[in-house]
T-cell receptor, first 107, second 122 residues
Framework: DIQMTQSPSSLSASEGDRVTITCRAS??????LNWYQQKPGKAPKLLIY???DLQSGVPSRFSGSGSGTDFTLTITSLQREDFATYYC?????????FGPGTKVDVK | EVQLLESGGGLAQPGGSLRLSCAVS????????MNWVRQAPGKGLEWVSA??????????ADSVKGRFTISRDNSKNTLYLQMNSLRAEDSAIYYC???????FGKGRFDQWGQGTLVTVSS
């Protein structure tokens, strides 16, 4: 199975901050990398697919980049509603696997 | 509006069984693969199983293979997960998630249900 790692595991930030989360795959996954946001008590929500494509309805302050094994999720100006946990997911091979998550909380 | 509504969770004894359902509306159910993803309390996301839109092909995580069975009734717009030989480590919130295409693999989970909690304990 492909192992996904994320860093940092958590971070504290303020509204307006630029936030960057990295995700690394243990093997080549091309651009089959998705990002999800999960708020407490809620289901995950797709933010970015194909490493850099923005899901419909997701604010443009979210962006993704990378290919191969190294990927990044960037939030350019953190808003109150963005405090959540973020997961990367590879869908290049079965089984699909998720990263352990990065919790973004209030500084 | 797309809706996915899970049900069937609850308390089960080790070695017992439960059947989860996911009723969907708002999209052409039979044209999309579907998945089950679980999340143990305070933990991350773990993919469990997937089924193609036609229902002809399925796949499972090693952790549940041989114990869980995914199925779908396209006439009822409903996805199922039959869980047998339950273990304590199966305790989790179980989400159904829609894939963006008819077959699984190289896709994304673009719609999720709200989840149903399964607790396995004596």
């Amino acid at each position: 199975d492909i192992q996904m790692t994320q860093s940092p595991s958590s971070l504290s930030a303020s509204e307006g901050d630029r936030v960057t989360i990295t995700c690394r795959a243990s093997q080549f996954i091309s651009r089959y990398l998705n990002w999800y946001q999960q708020k407490p008590g809620k289901a995950p929500k797709l933010l970015i697919y194909g490493a850099s494509d923005l899901q419909s309805g997701v604010p443009s302050r979210f962006s993704g980049s990378g290919s191969g094994t190294d990927f990044t999720l960037t939030i350019t100006s953190l808003q109150r509603e963005d405090f959540a946990t973020y997961y990367c997911q590879q869908s290049y091979t079965s089984p699909v696997t998720f990263g352990p998550g990065t919790k973004v909380d209030v500084k | 509006e797309v809706q996915l509504l899970e049900s069937g969770g609850g308390l089960a004894q080790p070695g017992g069984s439960l059947r989860l359902s996911c009723a969907v509306s708002g999209f052409s159910f039979n044209t999309y693969a579907m998945n089950w993803v679980r999340q143990a309390p305070g933990k991350g996301l773990e993919w469990v199983s997937a089924i193609t839109g036609s229902g002809h092909s399925t796949t499972y995580a090693d952790s549940v293979k041989g114990r869980f069975t995914i199925s779908r009734d396209n006439s009822k717009n409903t996805l199922y997960l039959q869980m047998n030989s339950l273990r304590a480590e199966d305790s989790a919130i179980y989400y159904c998630a829609k894939e963006n295409k008819a077959v699984f693999g190289k896709g994304r989970f673009d719609q999720w249900g709200q989840g149903t909690l399964v607790t396995v304990s004596s």
